[in-house]
């Protein structure tokens, strides 16, 4: 009896592990949050954005070069910051509709399943870090 609850346990211990409903839930949890957060912080940037470019508009004319450069390089921080939330926050909502399909954990390149320490890290993880590197690679 116990050798075989063992060899049960050590089975289920593998790689094609199913997530419990619960877990499910859980994850969906963490990524609503997630999502709101990172759209909460987006709306922010979006306004800073504009008021920053309100502020360049009615400054103009008054400028000197230094004063126009600070101003550049901080309307291109803004933006900067603008579309990575853009990227995080479709990201997390990509991963809430894998969950809702079912296919949250598995990596969308190689399909296999992604490691549940990458994923604690990067709830909004949907692929491996290996087909990320890979997908990093192309994009630039
Ligand atoms: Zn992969």
Redesign the pocket.
Do not use: W
């Given at each position: 009896m116990l050798v075989n609850g063992a060899i049960v346990a050590g089975k289920g211990a593998g790689s094609v592990k199913t997530r419990s409903s619960e877990e499910t839930e859980q994850i969906r949890v963490i990524l609503r949050s997630r999502f709101d957060e990172l759209n909460a912080e987006y709306e922010e940037a979006a306004a800073q954005n504009h008021r920053l470019r309100l502020v360049e508009i009615g400054d103009a004319a008054g400028d000197d070069q230094a004063d126009s450069g600070s101003k550049t390089a901080e309307r291109d921080a803004a933006s900067s910051l603008l579309r990575t939330l853009l990227e995080r926050r479709t990201q997390a909502e990509h991963a809430l509709q894998r969950l809702d399909a079912g296919s949250y954990g598995n990596?969308?390149?190689?399909?296999?399943p992604?490691p549940v320490e990458r994923l604690e890290v990067f709830p909004s993880a949907t692929?491996?870090v290996?087909?990320k590197a890979v997908r990093e690679r192309r994009a630039s």
């Amino acid at each position: 009896m116990l050798v075989n609850g063992a060899i049960v346990a050590g089975k289920g211990a593998g790689s094609v592990k199913t997530r419990s409903s619960e877990e499910t839930e859980q994850i969906r949890v963490i990524l609503r949050s997630r999502f709101d957060e990172l759209n909460a912080e987006y709306e922010e940037a979006a306004a800073q954005n504009h008021r920053l470019r309100l502020v360049e508009i009615g400054d103009a004319a008054g400028d000197d070069q230094a004063d126009s450069g600070s101003k550049t390089a901080e309307r291109d921080a803004a933006s900067s910051l603008l579309r990575t939330l853009l990227e995080r926050r479709t990201q997390a909502e990509h991963a809430l509709q894998r969950l809702d399909a079912g296919s949250y954990g598995n990596c969308e390149g190689c399909s296999h399943p992604i490691p549940v320490e990458r994923l604690e890290v990067f709830p909004s993880a949907t692929t491996c870090v290996n087909c990320k590197a890979v997908r990093e690679r192309r994009a630039s």
